[in-house]
């Protein structure tokens, strides 16, 4: 079985950082090895992003101003500011700030 990558980003969601912290603890109590606690690490990266691409269809419009933009890595940062998003729904909601972050499908070297 080959060893598959997936991005780390959901790991700074507030579930992601729980999980982390959870199994950090479980491993100082002696509760589980660290390398059970890799895996289910891992497998929270591939099931995070497989469960967004696969059951989210909602989409949304976003007008702001562009703070902050960079590319490196194969993955873009976007800080944007004074962000109006209109939903699907019509709804509108404002935000002072936000963090876009936006990565290929496909790591660097995969085919």
Not at 30 to 44: D, T
Not at 81 to 87: E, S, Y
Request: proline share 2%.
């Amino acid at each position: 079985m080959a060893a598959e990558n997936h991005y780390e980003l959901y790991r700074q969601c507030s579930i992601g950082l729980t999980l982390v912290d959870t199994l950090d603890e479980m491993v100082q109590e002696g509760r589980i090895e660290p390398q059970l606690a890799m895996k289910v690490v891992s497998r929270f990266d591939k099931a995070a992003a497989d469960v967004l691409a696969d059951k989210v269809k909602a989409r949304l419009n976003f007008k702001g101003h562009l703070d902050v933009y960079r590319f490196c890595d194969d993955v873009w940062t976007f800080k944007i500011k004074d962000v109006n998003f209109k939903l699907d729904n019509g709804s509108t909601v404002q935000a002072d700030k936000i963090k876009i972050v936006s990565c290929n499908t496909k790591r660097p070297g995969e085919v």
